[in-house]
Structures are given as C-alpha cells and as structure tokens.
C-alpha cells in the first residue's frame, strides 16, 4: 500500500532493532544469565558503568586513539593516493606494496605491533593506521583519475588560483571516492581499536571488555559492545549529515574560472 508505514525507511530499522531484541529476550530466557544476559540485564550493567564514570573514561580513551589513528591514516592514505594515482607507472609499482599491507590479518599487525612497541596505546593506534590508510590510498588514487583534464588546462590558461583548482576542481573530483573510504574506514575503526586494546593496552574499552570476559561477566561484555557499536552507528550518521549538508563533495554549477 502506497501509505504504508513499511515504505519508511526508519521504520524498517526500528522493526530491525525490535525483532533483535525480541530474538535476543526469547533466547536469554533458555539459557542462564552468564551464557547469555538478557537485554534489560545487559541495559542495567550499560547503565551502572555509566553511572560509575567507567564507560565514559574508557570511551574517551578509545576514541581518542581513534581520532589520531584515523586522521593520520586519511592523511597518508589521501595525499599519497592523490599523487601517485595520476603516475601509471608509480602506480603500478606502489600498488602491490600497499595491497600486501593491506592483506596481512590485523591480528599479525597487533601482534608485531607488540614486538615493536610494547604493550599500551601505541599498538592499537598502529593497527588502526595499518587497516584503515590502504582503503583511503585506493580510493584516493581512483579519484585522482577523474579530474577533468580540460577544467585543469582552462585553469591554466586563465590563471585561476591554486587554492580554487583545489576546491573547485580536485576536491569534487576526490570527494565521491574519499566519502566512501570514510564510512568504510569508520566500522573498521572501531573493530580494529577494540581488538588491538583486548590484547596490547590495559585501558580503553577493548581492555575493559577482556577484564569482564576474565571475570565472566558476560552482561559487562554485551554492554561494552553496544557502546561501541552505538559510537560506530553514531559516527556514521554524523558524518553522512555533515557531508550532505556540506558543499563539500557537489560539483558546483556555478563554477566560474577567476583568477
């Protein structure tokens, strides 16, 4: 039916999360609470580590990492991507060294990252550059393919600034290519940090998630699970708002050659 509630697209994704945790009560009510908590078990022991600044103070710590992580992997990635991309034959040779980077499993980057560094923050953050800079060269040297050559010859015959060539031209050009590894990059993120703090740092959430897996506190576990997996989705819309209300990334119609 054309007036149907299920046309909506948020309603589909409330239906979603209601029949996960309709599945979730059914099944915790077989087993007991330390195989698998039910979800106001697990809602209860969110909210106490809330209340008690736990889940806070390991957020921040996560999300710290995150952010220098990230950013140094969208630099790397962006700006190496972008100058090798338009080079075939730099390409072609700089290609296989990244995509064995990228292939190796991220648990043998953590466990070198060890060796190297130690364990503490380092490592997570490593790990994190390490699974996330590849996507952004890729996507990066793609994107650099499609700058019209003809709008870079009239900048150059009409002496445009370098500043709006790189607004004007490059940017949109990249933008569509840079978006996506951005929201690939984002979950990746988010998988990886968690997985490097379990076995490398003594804080942060993915080492508060191995304490509460010793203690089999399996409530604990889920709760720090769904604060992650509450900060990806977050995130995600953040950015996805932010860029379409951005100009960021839209061709402007208007684009006129001023020096």
């Not at 149907?4 to 007991?32: E, G, R």
């Not at 060796?115 to 790990?127: K, N, S, T």
């Not at 996506?180 to 993915?206: D, F, P, Q, R």
Request: hydrophobic letters at 55%; proline letters at 5%; a positive charge.
């Amino acid at each position: 039916m054309k007036g149907s509630i299920f046309q909506n697209d948020k309603w589909l994704t409330v239906a979603a999360i209601v029949f996960i945790v309709c599945v979730w009560w059914i099944a915790s009510s077989f087993y007991p609470p330390i195989i698998l908590p039910s979800p106001a078990d697990t809602l209860k022991k969110f909210y106490e580590l809330l209340i008690a600044g736990k889940l806070v103070n390991e957020l921040l710590i996560t999300i710290q990492r995150v952010l220098l992580a990230f950013t140094i992997s969208f630099l790397i990635g962006a700006i190496l991507g972008s100058l090798v991309g338009k080079t075939k034959n730099l390409y072609l040779f700089v290609k296989p060294i990244i995509t064995i980077i990228q292939t190796v499993p991220p648990i043998s980057w953590i466990i070198l990252a060890i060796i190297w560094m130690g364990l503490g923050g380092g490592a997570p953050i490593f790990v994190v550059i390490i699974a996330t800079f590849p996507i952004f060269f890729f996507n990066a040297s793609e994107g650099i393919k499609q700058v019209s050559e003809d709008l870079l010859e009239m900048s150059t015959i009409f002496q445009v600034k370098p500043q709006r060539v790189l607004l004007d031209v490059y940017v949109p050009s990249l933008w569509p290519f840079i978006s996506s590894a951005i929201t690939i990059c984002i979950g990746i993120s988010w998988k990886t940090i968690v997985m490097a703090e379990l076995l490398s740092s003594n804080n942060g959430v993915g080492a508060a998630l191995g304490l509460a897996r010793l203690q089999l506190e399996t409530a604990e576990v889920l709760a720090w699970t769904l604060s992650i997996v509450i900060l990806g989705v977050t995130c995600e819309h953040i950015f996805q708002y932010v860029s379409d209300k951005t100009r960021v990334g839209k061709v402007s119609k208007s684009w006129k050659l001023k020096g």
